[in-house]
């Protein structure tokens, strides 16, 4: 597969900047995906598929090309929702690298810093200068492992560390300290972190310090709570968007109903009659191609939004748990504080075993609690990213809506999908007894659906509807067979969804209990709280509609293989509905790791072996723009005239020319040469041996040779 996906990239990517666009290479792997799971490939090339083997050179242009076309047009609904989806998780991935390799640095740093510490040569010698480098050392260690690297450059935050060092680990605590294991010391040196974290806290709670920790939750969490209701409002507009689009398909003609075959109407009737039926189906107008192409896009539309509402929705959950645990572990680190300041009190001097522990709490809160700050940070980001993925496209069906209700705000954290569709059905022109039918229809159950819930309770067997080919022994034991076990649940609030719903809380009825040959479809609807809910196994679904609820009642299993099914036709489903791809080709994660490599691109090129040299041009000049430019010479000197003046400067630079007489070449010969050298000079000592009356003494000559003399 990444082989084949590969080469379909590299091609779609060449075919798209030839025609001058930019396009991402992961949404173009994911989109030959999606077109792979939903069989466009095996249409376009008969039996080709991205797990089918090598793909040939001829395949692979021909689906590039239908992949540049696709991804081309980024106004297309279905492009952008993919664009959303593998954009985000690309998002994801990079915000989770950052974090790793902040955190894989982070200790490194500190696991070098440990090493250098609890190593055997950790201290040099018996000397002051040794004991004072080694505590340097240590308080660098402790430094970086609570997270406090401020303290290592800046001088005052140093100054605090080392005081707050100094009151648990002075000096003089080293000599002990060099004498244990080294897992003691490891052990030790993560508690001084904690402990000198904690001190520093205090101080800071006292007013006194705090230039070595990072800033406080209470500069983050406000941020946090506003980025909070800013997702909240992002959820309330996208529901009412996804309100709209569905107003405006109900707006549109049913579709016409799939005209059944001769065969299957010649089985109960005649041979004639079952023709006329035929023709007659045959004779049906079908759906003006506008109308088809209306709903198309409708239908993609909603797709966009149900996948921009689950994402908004996802991110708010993940914001609400983490702005939770910041400000438990906030409020506990506040508590701690209060039992540090009563311990301590106005006290010069408290035990250690009473207030030590509290410093070691308040470290260890003060490192889960920037640890979630630090997701927060992170959650803004994709919140700005999502933002940008998930905004309108020009030629939207919402754009004109959007435009006109731009000036609106909304307040709030949540709203009721029915009060949505109210309000989406008075805007669109609907008379108000229209939008209070659909409001009723949506608020309320019927009087059918409350037979059917009361037969649930009691543990009657629910009326199922009878199978449409079935008749004799078949098709009574069809009629009477026991329903799957469901149980109802009521709803705890009528304006918010239960958290933990299956398919991302939108409604199984509306994408899987819609049979085709009625003119279904299936339809991203979102559940409507007031109704209550349906456990059916280890799930909990909720519901549009009374009819929704009655076809999954009537058979829970036929709708969820509905459901299935339109995954299965449209693979964009999966990831709003939180189910898994139909083919694992589709999987977003599979086509990173996919892509996850580099991308090659086969290219050539061909030259002659022997260059005619009388071909070649001398003066050839390939680029167009130097060709433009030297134009562009040539037309400016047809404006220029030629200027020649004489200076005194310029005299002495004129081409001048003098004639000299040249000098004789004359030799002179001398009749004899003489030539003079000077003595040598000789000192030697004599009567170093001999007779003992023989006394030493120096000899000092100078020979006079090689003088003319002596010739």
């Not at 001058?20 to 090339?45: I, W």
């Not at 905004?391 to 949540?414: D, I, N, V």
Request: proline fraction near 7%; aromatic fraction near 4%; charge should be negative.
């Amino acid at each position: 597969m990444d082989d084949n996906l590969k080469r379909i990239v590299s091609e779609a990517t060449r075919v798209c900047r030839e025609r001058g666009q930019k396009v991402d290479p992961y949404v173009v792997a994911y989109v030959t995906s999606l077109e792979d799971a939903r069989g466009a490939l095996h249409a376009l090339v008969p039996d080709v598929s991205l797990e089918a083997g090598p793909i040939s050179s001829e395949a692979v242009a021909v689906i590039g090309g239908h992949v540049a076309g696709l991804v081309g047009n980024a106004r297309d609904p279905r492009i952008r929702t993919a664009m959303m989806q593998v954009l985000m998780e690309v998002a994801y991935k990079q915000q989770r690298e950052l974090i790793e390799k902040e955190t894989a640095e982070q200790q490194e740093r500190a696991g070098m810093l440990q090493r250098a510490v609890t190593g055997p040569r950790a201290l040099r010698g018996n000397t002051p200068d040794a004991y004072d480098k080694f505590y340097k050392l240590v308080l660098e260690a402790v430094a970086v492992e609570a997270g406090l690297e401020l303290a290592v450059a800046d001088p005052t935050a140093h100054a605090e560390l080392r005081a707050a060092l100094e009151s648990v680990f002075p000096v003089s605590a080293v000599a002990r300290f060099v004498t244990l294991g080294e897992g003691e010391r490891l052990t030790q040196l993560a508690e001084l972190a904690r402990i000198c974290t904690g001190i520093c806290l205090y101080n800071r709670s006292c007013g006194a310090g705090g230039s070595a920790l990072p800033a406080a939750a209470a500069s983050y969490l406000p941020q946090a709570q506003r980025l909070l209701r800013d997702i909240s409002r992002c959820c309330v507009e996208v529901n009412e968007q996804l309100a709209q689009l569905q107003v405006m398909l109900g707006r549109l003609p049913p579709p016409p109903a799939p005209p059944a075959p001769a065969a299957a109407a010649a089985e109960g009737e005649g041979e004639g009659e079952g023709e006329g039926e035929a023709a007659a189906a045959a004779a049906e107008p079908a759906e003006p191609a506008d109308v088809a192409e209306r709903r198309r896009q409708l239908h993609s539309e909603i797709i966009n939004r149900g996948q921009a509402l689950q994402l908004f929705e996802s991110l708010s959950a993940d914001l609400g748990e983490g702005l939770e645990a910041a400000q438990q572990l906030d409020a506990e680190l506040e508590h701690v504080l209060v039992q540090v300041a009563e311990a301590v009190g106005g006290s010069a001097a408290v035990p250690k075993d009473r207030v030590y522990p509290l410093f070691d709490r308040l470290g260890a809160l003060h490192a889960g609690l920037h640890q979630e700050l630090r997701l927060l940070v992170v959650r803004q980001r994709l919140y700005d990213e999502l933002t940008e993925l998930a905004a309108l496209a020009p030629g939207s069906a919402l754009a004109a809506g959007a435009a006109a209700g731009a000036g609106k705000k909304t307040s709030g954290t949540s709203t009721s999908t029915t009060g949505s569709r109210a309000a989406s059905a008075a805007a669109a022109g609907q008379p108000p007894s229209a939008a209070a039918a659909i409001e009723a229809l949506a608020e309320q159950l019927d009087e059918t659906t409350l037979a059917g819930l009361d037969a649930l309770a009691s543990g009657r067997p629910q009326p199922a509807a009878p199978p449409a080919a079935a008749d004799g022994e078949e098709g009574a034991a069809a009629a009477t067979a026991a329903p799957p076990p469901l149980e109802y649940i009521r709803p705890a609030s009528h304006s918010q969804l239960q958290p933990g719903l299956a398919l991302a809380g939108f409604c199984p009825g509306a994408l899987g209990g819609r049979p085709p040959a009625a003119g279904g479809v299936a339809l991203l609807r979102r559940a409507n709280p007031r109704l209550g809910y349906l456990a059916f196994g280890d799930n909990v679904y909720g519901f549009a509609s009374n009819a929704d609820m009655r076809a999954f009642m009537a058979d829970p299993a036929g709708v969820l293989a509905g459901v299935s099914h339109a995954v299965g036709a449209e693979p964009l489903l999966a990831r709003p509905l939180g189910l898994p791809p139909p083919v694992p080709s589709a999987d977003v994660h599979a086509v990173l790791l996919a892509m996850s490599g580099p991308l090659k691109v086969d290219f050539g090129c061909q030259t002659p072996v022997h260059f005619l040299e009388r071909h070649i041009d001398k003066d050839y000049e390939w680029n167009v723009w130097a060709l433009r430019r030297r134009a562009l010479a040539l037309a400016n000197l047809r404006n220029k005239a030629t200027h020649s003046a004489q200076t005194a400067e310029s005299h002495f630079k004129r081409e001048n020319e003098t004639q000299v007489w040249k000098p004789r070449e004359a030799v002179v010969q001398t009749r004899v040469t003489k030539g003079q050298a000077m003595p040598r000079k000789l000192q030697y000592v004599a009567g170093l041996r001999g007779a003992a009356d023989v006394k030493m003494n120096v000899v000092r000559l100078e020979l006079d040779l090689g003088q003319p003399h002596q010739h």
